[in-house]
């Protein structure tokens, strides 16, 4: 079965870093996202990627957060400046055609800042 | 934006019971509502949804209801199971697919 993958499952960085979180979707997807869960919260929603371009994004996506697919494969969240309270499991999700409901999750990378 | 709100945060139910979990969501263009199972350090995995022109579904002991007047929806469990215990969330979303979720439910399921 097809399945979204996320490397690597664990990220440890200092503060002030840039990190990239990696993600390949399903390979005939064409939405794809980043949430985040912050340890014992709520998963929650930072941006939708189609097309080629942010379809939309939430307030905790600020200018210290991109998104891009370099390759057409790959789909990537930067975050330039990690702060203490980026902390948290970061999960891509893909879904395909326009229509289609079900949004399939990665098994989520562990950011911890320090 | 939309926003979901989800009771009750915790959920203890001895085994072969019912569990009940109900969410309200904010905007009414949301016509897609799933509800996610996480198990500890996993990821949330799907494990039934509803759109906003179906009132109900079931699939064997899970059904989920919704009541677009109102915007509710709920989430039912019967013979609960302790492999049931987790924590749920519920979501609701528009036709971008992207989803707002829920605070979440620990349930658990007491043998």
């Known amino acids: 079965e097809p399945e979204v993958t996320q490397t690597p499952s664990h990220q440890v960085t200092q503060m002030g870093q840039e990190v990239i979180l990696r993600c390949v979707p399903i390979s005939n997807h064409l939405y794809f996202y980043w949430y985040r869960q912050i340890l014992g919260q709520k998963v929650e929603f930072l941006v939708s990627?189609?097309?080629?371009?942010?379809?939309?994004k939430s307030e905790i996506f600020d200018d210290q957060f991109s998104v891009e697919r370099p390759d057409g494969s790959n789909f990537t969240l930067k975050i330039r400046s990690t702060k203490l309270e980026d902390s948290a499991m970061y999960f891509c999700?893909?879904?395909?055609?326009?229509?289609?409901?079900?949004?399939?999750f990665g098994q989520g990378t562990r950011l911890t800042v320090v | 934006g939309e926003n979901v709100e989800q009771h009750p945060s915790t959920l203890s139910v001895q085994e072969g019971d019912s569990a009940v979990i109900k969410c309200t969501y904010s905007?009414?263009?949301?016509?897609?509502f799933p509800w996610y199972k996480q198990e500890l350090g996993k990821r949330p995995q799907l494990i039934i949804d509803i759109r906003s022109n179906v009132g109900e579904k079931k699939d064997q002991r899970i059904a989920v209801t919704l009541n677009k007047t109102a915007k509710h929806f709920s989430l039912h469990i019967t013979e609960t199971q302790p492999e049931d215990s987790a924590v749920y969330f519920c979501a609701g979303g528009g036709s971008q697919g992207n989803l707002i979720f829920g605070k979440g439910t620990k349930l658990s399921v007491k043998p």
């Open positions: 999700a893909s879904k395909g055609e326009q229509g289609s409901t079900e949004a399939f």
């Open positions: 990627f189609y097309n080629n371009e942010i379809s939309e």
């Open positions: 905007d009414s263009a949301s016509n897609y």
